[in-house]
């Protein structure tokens, strides 16, 4: 196939404005780690439950994440002639997580508990495997969708354009196996950070966009609660 153009700015202009090729940006994002069995109700500490709140300290605070790479192990063979390579496996990853650490140390609390319940310190013994594993999402977001929320508030006529998820990364089996140093000290009022290293059994990336228009047919609702466990919810906003 070839173009009349291919070098066209113009061409490039309207194929960014379609939506789907408009170059990412890399702060709008969510992480959510599921609650590993082993901590029990009283891990989260007093006042934040295992519901929504925990959900939201996990995410707002997830000030960084570096999504691991995939790399291929291979081996090398030479009958005759010129030497050549082959597959022989994949490298295991890290998941790596730096949170913004809050003025309750929740962050600090909630990771040196999990880890504690591992392996203790105090005891030659560590945690069942599957009580100690758990699920991890992060999912990318992009601002301006064509999902649009339409609503009425005393004769007034209000438009929201929601965020779409359009990625998904999945860790399955994952666990922190590091928790940085947190450094304090005279100089400056610098923002604390706790570093968290995970490691995990596998990963599995899916983009959520999939049908036709789905960047450029408008989908309008009147009433969000009308629609929370609907699967067309679900495709265009990630919940």
């Given at each position: 196939m070839?173009?009349?153009?291919?070098?066209?700015?113009?061409?490039?202009?309207?194929?960014?404005?379609r939506g789907a090729w408009e170059p990412t940006r890399g702060n709008l994002y969510s992480v959510e780690i599921g609650f590993p069995a082993c901590l029990g109700s009283t891990a989260l500490g007093p006042g934040i439950p295992y519901d929504r709140e925990y959900y939201d300290a996990v995410s707002y605070f997830a000030d960084n994440v570096t999504v691991p790479s995939r790399n291929l192990t291979t081996g090398d063979t030479q009958n005759f002639g010129i030497q050549r390579s082959y597959v022989t496996g994949q490298t295991p990853n890290e998941l790596a997580i730096s949170f913004l650490v809050t003025k309750n140390l929740w962050h600090r609390r909630y990771f040196e508990t999990w880890m504690q319940s591992i392996a203790p310190d105090s005891e030659n013994r560590v945690c069942f495997y599957d009580d100690y594993i758990c699920d991890i999402l992060v999912r990318k977001w992009e601002r301006g969708s064509n999902f649009l929320v339409k609503s009425k508030v005393r004769g007034q006529e209000y438009e929201t354009r929601l965020n779409k998820a359009t990625g998904v990364w999945r860790f399955t089996g994952a666990y922190p196996f590091n928790m940085g140093t947190m450094n304090l000290g005279n100089q400056s009022s610098d923002?604390?950070?706790?570093?968290?290293?995970?490691?995990?059994e596998r990963y599995r990336f899916t983009t959520k966009e999939k049908i036709a228009g789905g960047w450029t047919n408008e989908k309008v609702i009147n009433n969000v609660d009308s629609v929370l466990d609907s699967n067309d919810f679900s495709t265009f906003v990630g919940v």
């Open positions: 070839s173009y009349a153009a291919p070098n066209s700015f113009t061409q490039f202009k309207d194929l960014v404005a923002i604390l950070r706790l570093d968290i290293q995970f490691k995990f």
